[in-house]
């Protein structure tokens, strides 16, 4: 019996091993169903290298022509400038990355870096030139040194060692016992919802994009992990084109520009300082999470 234990065990393991592994599969071929949708022009060319002047010119969007999703939408950030987008979930933040990304492309108005129309682009160029901090960041099954190095598989060794110094990741990563070849994952360490954003920051600054998009989680952390990572975040945006999507009005209160949206539109915008003055929608949502903070480290 001994003797069928030990193969049918390994079958078992081997079977899981395997399914896991087809849903890693799938889940990139479900990203790169989405990516395919849109082509590139027949004379796109390649984004120059360089700092970005980003704008979103009276943008109009819809996934369902029946019901839009962003009307008149206009932002614009200068390199080095933070702008925070931030309103009620279904608002159309995400939206506005997803644009950005060209996994849609806007139905009037235009985005523009440096003056010119995106859609002139190629999609890998532009990509190239995007970082980006999910919600939700996909670990893949493997070390932790992997899953920082996926933001530029061919960095050397002291540049993943840099990001994730940059990132307040290293001295976690130096103090678990196999380091950098710790595995991670769903089949390894499990790491805390501020250390997975860590790595995607990480990740993000080994790729050193022109255009850095946070794109906040909208779990509560606690207040100490929230100020961690905000200090990270502006470390991360320095000298670039930075996008936050927010939930958090504490992570926005220095941005450039905080523009309030509403059911797609823009309702207000300004400093966090100018939109408390005016005593409106952003005053009441910065009241409100100020109670439910205060209420959640008592
Ligand atoms: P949250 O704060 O919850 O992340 P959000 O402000 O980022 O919300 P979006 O994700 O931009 O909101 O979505 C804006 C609207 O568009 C929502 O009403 C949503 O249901 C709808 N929507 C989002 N993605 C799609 C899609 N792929 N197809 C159809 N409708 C979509």
């Known amino acids: 019996l001994i003797q069928l234990y030990i193969p049918l065990n390994f079958l078992g393991v081997l079977y899981r091993e395997i399914r896991q592994s087809l849903v890693d599969i799938e889940r990139m071929f479900g990203l790169l169903r989405t990516e395919r949708e849109i082509q590139d022009a027949p004379d796109a060319v390649a984004l120059p290298h360089g700092p970005v002047h980003l704008r979103f010119e009276s943008v109009g969007f819809a996934y369902d022509p ?28 995400s939206t506005l990355s997803r644009l950005l990304f060209r996994f849609y492309d806007v139905q009037q108005g235009r985005i523009t870096l440096n003056g010119t129309d995106l859609r002139h682009y190629t999609q890998a160029s532009l990509r190239q030139a995007i970082g980006i901090v999910p919600q939700d960041t996909v670990l893949f099954n493997d070390s932790i040194r992997y899953n920082i190095q996926y933001g530029r598989p061919e960095a050397s060794e002291a540049e993943v060692l840099a990001a994730a110094r940059a990132a307040q990741l290293h001295d976690f990563i130096a103090s678990l016992p196999d380091g950098y070849e710790t595995r991670v994952g769903e089949r390894g360490l499990k790491l805390s919802g501020g250390e997975k954003q860590r790595v995607a920051i990480a990740r ?95």
């Open 66 to 93: 029946r019901r839009p999703v962003l009307e008149d939408v206009s932002l614009s950030i200068a390199p080095g400038q933070t702008v925070a987008v931030v309103g009620h979930s279904g608002a159309g933040k």
């Open 204 to 298: 993000a600054l080994l790729k050193d994009p022109a255009i850095l998009i946070f794109d906040e989680a909208t779990s509560a952390l606690d207040s100490k992990t929230e100020k961690a990572i905000q200090s990270q975040l502006e470390a991360a945006a320095v000298g670039r084109t930075a996008l936050i999507i927010a939930h958090r009005l504490s992570t926005v209160m220095n941005a450039s520009e905080i523009i309030v949206l509403d059911g797609g539109r823009v309702i207000e915008r300004g400093t966090h300082k100018a939109l408390l003055e005016a005593q409106g929608n952003y005053a009441r949502m910065w009241a409100l999470q100020q109670q439910d903070e205060h209420g959640r480290d008592d």
